[in-house]
């Protein structure tokens, strides 16, 4: 069982930055396919960015390539999601996703089908 944990939302002014964190607990080793999604209110969940931990390969959506910069620290089994330039439009509830280490699952562009959700976090940005 692996539980993950997001912080690092808030609200903010267009422009200004956000850094998220998405802490796993529940294992020694992290998920090995961690991804960001979005969901602003009445609007379909959005993919931000599926990150592959043990390669360090990433794949981002083009609404927030060059914006957003997915990181991870292993030694506390937290990936980040540092967010530059925001706009209005990123106004949303954030939440991470993973696979369960060991799984073997496949990490790849537009992968939705993760087991582990966090609860999410609130991210608004005002004009």
């Known amino acids: 069982q692996v539980e993950l944990v997001e912080s690092g939302g808030g609200s903010v002014q267009a422009g200004e930055s956000l850094r998220l964190s998405c802490a796993a607990s529940?294992?020694?080793?992290?998920?090995?396919?961690v991804a960001w999604f979005r969901q602003g209110s009445g609007k379909e969940r959005e993919g931000l960015v599926v990150f592959y931990t043990r390669g360090g390969f990433s794949y981002y959506a083009d609404s927030v390539r060059g914006r957003f910069v997915i990181s991870q620290d292993n030694a506390k089994n937290t990936v980040y999601l540092q967010m530059n330039s925001l706009k209005p439009e990123d106004t949303a509830m954030y939440s991470c996703?993973?696979?369960?280490?060991?799984?073997?699952?496949?990490?790849?562009?537009?992968?939705?089908?993760?087991?582990?959700w966090g609860q999410g976090t609130q991210v608004t940005v005002s004009s």
């Open positions: 996703a993973a696979d369960p280490p060991g799984s073997g699952s496949v990490c790849y562009p537009g992968k939705t089908d993760f087991v582990y």
């Open positions: 529940g294992r020694n080793n992290g998920p090995t396919c």
